[in-house]
């Protein structure tokens, strides 16, 4: 059984002297300031949440949604971390410390995501799958690094940007508490572990790369994750962190109802329809009258979202603390909110997003176009720095041009690339993944010559 005095450990990953305590700021909170100061986190101001370099102003971005699920995840773990405390009887711990960690560990959730949301991370497993640029370098992987690149998630690039790239200097990059980086991970496992098919909530996707087990391992062990590695295989899994379920809810919770709002918003889905979808989450007749009474449309489909996500809130509670044994032994395989009395209702709202918002022509086209800039970009900058290490200085001046292009620690110390294949194409990856949408639009418009500098 997992313990929450451990699983709410405050020891920072990399970092051996740990900082006294200061009652007016907890570990968990130093978290959370360091996440939203990270430029990384910036960037999510101009990456798709779910309409791509959307025109109106209103439309959520990945920001906006990181925010909100951060909102909701502290209001839950809080919610959740009362009863807790109050039933373990957790001495030093308050329940603002659990809402703290689900908090933090929400802000980061999608600080991973490359341009053009879960497009832009098909689109770089495409790449790495079709390009022959890509190819002529399979054989060069081992397998663990070979997954990573045929399989890549915004998950796992979410975990190295907070502990490798992020204050690249420190070992464990931004130092967050091992409970934090624990909760973060909703998949704890690397991506060759991950099985085609494997239906656990736990295990459909993975939450760090080959690179980054060992740190993750760190922080699994600091708050004594269960392993779920085979004895001597040499390969990282864990059963989930009991918080990461939260995170896990809080993320549902907002791409639900929140997009569902902006589909409103943007006229793709009538306040009728949302209305009635809304009203069977919070299925209390009387709350859906008062808002009619509501002037206007915006408004009254403000008021039922918020009722909807405080009603989804107390059933998400009830969930985890019906369930909390289950957890903390890791034999809980499902999402919170698959559980809760509204699931039928939510999964209706997703079905219909899934119609009419995810698939509305002009994302679809903007995403489309998505998979040309990245695999352009990947192409001409792979190709550049495998020309760059394999010929030395001697290299055809389009690629020192390009080369030139990128900052020094997406190529290697003194702008010399690394000697093995998958650090480079790591580095590159990293770069790329790491532009915001508009950026990446721009950059290659200007190198494959549509527009040039200025214009």
């Known amino acids: 059984?997992?313990?929450?005095?451990?699983?709410?450990?405050?020891?920072?990953?990399?970092k051996r002297e740990q900082a006294e305590d200061n009652a007016q700021r907890s570990p968990f909170l130093r978290d959370y300031d360091r996440i939203v100061f990270s430029s990384a986190f910036r960037r999510l101001q101009d990456k798709t949440q779910v309409f791509p370099l959307a025109e109106s102003d209103y439309v959520r971005t990945r920001l906006t949604h990181s925010l909100e699920a951060s909102c909701v995840g502290r209001s839950l773990g809080t919610m959740i971390g009362a009863e807790i405390v109050k039933k373990h009887a957790l001495a030093g711990v308050h329940s603002s410390d659990i809402g703290a960690v689900v908090a933090a560990a929400c802000l980061?959730?999608?600080?991973?995501?490359?341009p053009f949301g879960h497009s832009g991370e098909d689109a770089i497993r495409h790449w790495f799958l079709t390009s022959p640029v890509a190819r002529s370098l399979h054989s060069q992987l081992s397998p663990g690094g070979y997954a990573d690149f045929e399989r890549f998630e915004g998950n796992a690039q979410g975990f190295r940007i907070l502990t490798r790239l992020q204050m690249p200097d420190n070992q464990g990059g931004l130092q967050l508490t091992c409970a934090t980086l624990a909760a973060f991970a909703k998949y704890p496992l690397e991506s060759g572990l991950r099985e085609p098919g494997d239906k656990r909530a736990s295990t459909k996707k993975f939450s760090y790369f080959h690179s980054e087990a060992p740190l993750f391992d760190e922080a699994a062990e600091q708050t004594g994750l269960i392993s779920r590695s085979r004895p001597g295989s040499g390969n990282s899994a864990w059963c989930r962190h009991p918080l990461a379920f939260i995170v896990e809810a809080a993320d549902d919770i907002c791409y639900r109802l929140v997009d569902f709002e902006d589909g409103v918003r943007l006229k793709l889905i009538s306040y009728e329809e949302a209305r009635d979808a809304f009203a069977q989450v919070i299925d209390k007749p009387a709350t859906v009258a008062r808002a009619e009474k509501m002037q206007g449309t915006e408004e009254r489909i403000e008021f039922l979202r918020a009722v909807a996500i405080g009603r989804t809130l107390e059933q998400v509670s009830n969930v985890f603390l019906k369930n909390e044994g289950a957890i903390l032994a890791g034999e809980f395989e499902q999402s919170l909110i698959a559980c809760t009395e509204a699931a039928e209702a939510l999964n209706k709202i997703v079905r219909r997003s899934q119609q009419s918002l995810y698939c509305s022509p002009r994302g679809l086209e903007i995403e489309a176009a998505g998979?040309?800039?990245i695999s352009g970009l990947l192409d001409l900058f792979v190709e550049a720095v495998e020309s760059r290490a394999k010929g030395g200085s001697e290299m055809p001046p389009r690629w020192r041009n390009l080369l030139q292009l990128v900052p020094e620690p997406f190529i290697g110390p003194g702008r010399v690339p690394a000697l093995d294949t998958y650090t480079r194409l790591q580095r590159i990856t990293d770069f790329i993944s790491g532009m915001a949408d508009s950026s990446a639009?721009?950059?290659?418009?200007?190198?494959?010559?549509?527009s040039l500098p200025g214009q």
């Open 441 to 450: 639009v721009g950059l290659y418009k200007k190198l494959r010559g549509i």
């Open 1 to 14: 059984m997992m313990q929450w005095h451990k699983l709410l450990s405050p020891a920072r990953l990399g």
């Open 108 to 114: 980061a959730h999608d600080i991973g995501n490359p």
């Open 371 to 373: 998979f040309e800039v």
